[in-house]
C-alpha cells in the first residue's frame, strides 16, 4: 500500500483524487490538508510516502510548505499537482525539492502512474512542464563559454546505456523503458544507475536535459538513439 497525503484548498478536488487512488487500488489515502500550513503538521504526524501537494492555497502556498517538509523529513516525496504551469511556480517547487510537477489537466491514469513513481523515487515531470525545463536549461548553456566535454562523457557509456538515456530524455519511466527495451525493471534501474554515475548526473532531470543537449530526443520527445556525435 503506498499511503498518500492529498493538499489541495479544493475539498471537490481532494475527495476526487482521494477516490480516484481507492478505485486504483494500492493506495490508501491517509489524510487530507486544505492548506500548507495543515500540510506540514499531517506530514509530519503521518509520514506518508507521497505528498500530492497543491501550489496556490491560503495561509502557507505549495512550495513554502514543500520547503518546511523536507527541512524536516528530507526523505519526503512531495509531488507537486496544480494547474499552474508557469516559470516561477515550476522552479519555486523543483528548487526546495519536489520530485515531480503535474498539472491537472493531465489524464487520471498518469496521475496514478505518478504517485507510483514517486512512491518508488522517481523524479517526474508532466510534458509540457519538462518542455520548459528543458528550454531554459538549453538556454542557459547555449549562453555558456568554453568545450563542451558531454560528448567525451558520453562515450563512456555502452550502446544499452546510451539507449536508456535517450528514453529517460523522451521521458519514460524505467517499466516504460523496460518495456521498450524487453528488460527487467531491476536491469534498468541498474542501467540508469550506471549512466548517472558515469555522467554524474543528480536526477533524471539533469539526464533528460544531457541527452536533448546532445540530440539523442528530438524536439517531440522521441528517442533518437542513432544519433553522433558531430
Same mark, same amino acid.
Given at each position: 500500500?503506498?499511503?498518500?497525503?492529498?493538499?489541495?484548498?479544493?475539498?471537490?478536488?481532494?475527495?476526487?483524487?482521494?477516490?480516484?487512488?481507492?478505485?486504483?487500488?494500492?493506495?490508501?489515502?491517509?489524510?487530507?490538508?486544505?492548506?500548507?500550513?495543515?500540510?506540514?503538521?499531517?506530514?509530519?504526524?503521518?509520514?506518508?510516502?507521497?505528498?500530492?501537494?497543491?501550489?496556490?492555497?491560503?495561509?502557507?502556498?505549495?512550495?513554502?510548505?514543500?520547503?518546511?517538509?523536507?527541512?524536516?523529513?528530507?526523505?519526503?516525496?512531495?509531488?507537486?499537482?496544480?494547474?499552474?504551469?508557469?516559470?516561477?511556480?515550476?522552479?519555486?517547487?523543483?528548487?526546495?525539492?519536489?520530485?515531480?510537477?503535474?498539472?491537472?489537466?493531465?489524464?487520471?491514469?498518469?496521475?496514478?502512474?505518478?504517485?507510483?513513481?514517486?512512491?518508488?523515487?522517481?523524479?517526474? %515531470?508532466?510534458?509540457? *512542464?519538462? #518542455?520548459? =525545463? &528543458?528550454?531554459?536549461? /538549453?538556454?542557459?548553456? !547555449?549562453? $555558456?563559454?568554453? +568545450?563542451?566535454?558531454?560528448?567525451?562523457?558520453?562515450?563512456?557509456?555502452?550502446?544499452?546505456?546510451?539507449?536508456?538515456?535517450?528514453?529517460?530524455?523522451?521521458?519514460?519511466?524505467?517499466?516504460?523503458?523496460?518495456?521498450?527495451?524487453?528488460?527487467?525493471?531491476?536491469?534498468?534501474?541498474?542501467?540508469?544507475?550506471?549512466?548517472?554515475?558515469?555522467?554524474? %548526473?543528480?536526477?533524471? *532531470?539533469? #539526464?533528460? =536535459? &544531457?541527452?536533448?543537449? /546532445?540530440?539523442?530526443? !528530438?524536439? $517531440?520527445?522521441? +528517442?533518437?538513439?542513432?544519433?553522433?556525435?558531430?
Amino acid at each position: 500500500m503506498i499511503r498518500v497525503l492529498v493538499v489541495d484548498d479544493q475539498r471537490l478536488v481532494r475527495a476526487g483524487v482521494g477516490l480516484l487512488l481507492q478505485t486504483a487500488g494500492g493506495f490508501e489515502v491517509v489524510g487530507e490538508a486544505g492548506d500548507g500550513h495543515e500540510a506540514v503538521r499531517l506530514a509530519e504526524r503521518l509520514r506518508p510516502d507521497v505528498i500530492l501537494m497543491d501550489l496556490r492555497m491560503p495561509r502557507t502556498d505549495g512550495i513554502e510548505a514543500t520547503r518546511r517538509i523536507l527541512d524536516r523529513q528530507p526523505s519526503a516525496r512531495v509531488l507537486v499537482l496544480t494547474t499552474f504551469a508557469d516559470d516561477v511556480n515550476i522552479y519555486g517547487a523543483i528548487g526546495v525539492g519536489a520530485i515531480g510537477y503535474l498539472v491537472k489537466d493531465g489524464a487520471p491514469e498518469e496521475l496514478v502512474d505518478a504517485v507510483r513513481r514517486a512512491a518508488r523515487g522517481e523524479t517526474l %515531470l508532466a510534458p509540457p *512542464v519538462l #518542455a520548459r =525545463v &528543458l528550454r531554459r536549461a /538549453l538556454a542557459a548553456h !547555449d549562453r $555558456e563559454r568554453g +568545450p563542451d566535454r558531454s560528448w567525451a562523457a558520453l562515450r563512456s557509456l555502452s550502446a544499452r546505456e546510451r539507449e536508456v538515456l535517450a528514453l529517460v530524455g523522451a521521458g519514460l519511466s524505467n517499466a516504460e523503458i523496460g518495456v521498450r527495451l524487453h528488460l527487467g525493471v531491476t536491469t534498468v534501474k541498474t542501467h540508469v544507475s550506471a549512466v548517472m554515475e558515469k555522467l554524474e %548526473l543528480r536526477n533524471r *532531470v539533469q #539526464a533528460a =536535459v &544531457l541527452a536533448h543537449r /546532445l540530440g539523442l530526443v !528530438d524536439d $517531440e520527445f522521441n +528517442p533518437v538513439p542513432e544519433a553522433g556525435a558531430p
